[in-house]
């Protein structure tokens, strides 16, 4: 309701602010408005993620879980002892 009342105050404070809000519908967060350079990084983001995800698929194709998880543990520890 306060977004349909307000929705160009909010649309001036995402795009002038940089700022974001929460769209909330009966209390549980539905949905966020964000201005277009935060949008682009997101989408951005999503898709380099969404690559690396599908090569990290093809290059464990055939491998045994337990080596992909050690694979995995092992690089999350690297990466956070650095």
Same mark, same amino acid.
């Given at each position: 309701m306060t977004l349909r009342q307000n929705l160009g105050e909010i649309l001036n404070r995402v795009r002038l602010k940089h700022d974001s809000v929460l769209i909330t519908k009966a209390g549980t967060p539905v949905a966020a408005l964000v201005d277009m350079d935060m949008f682009e990084k997101v989408r951005m983001m999503r898709e380099e993620? *969404?690559?690396?995800?599908?090569?990290?698929? +093809?290059?464990? *194709?055939?491998?045994?879980?337990?080596?992909?998880?050690? *694979?995995?543990?092992?690089?999350? +520890?690297?990466?956070?002892d650095k």
């Open positions: 993620l *969404d690559n690396f995800t599908r090569e990290l698929s +093809h290059a464990y *194709d055939g491998v045994a879980q337990e080596k992909v998880l050690q *694979d995995i543990n092992e690089a999350f +520890h690297q990466a956070r």
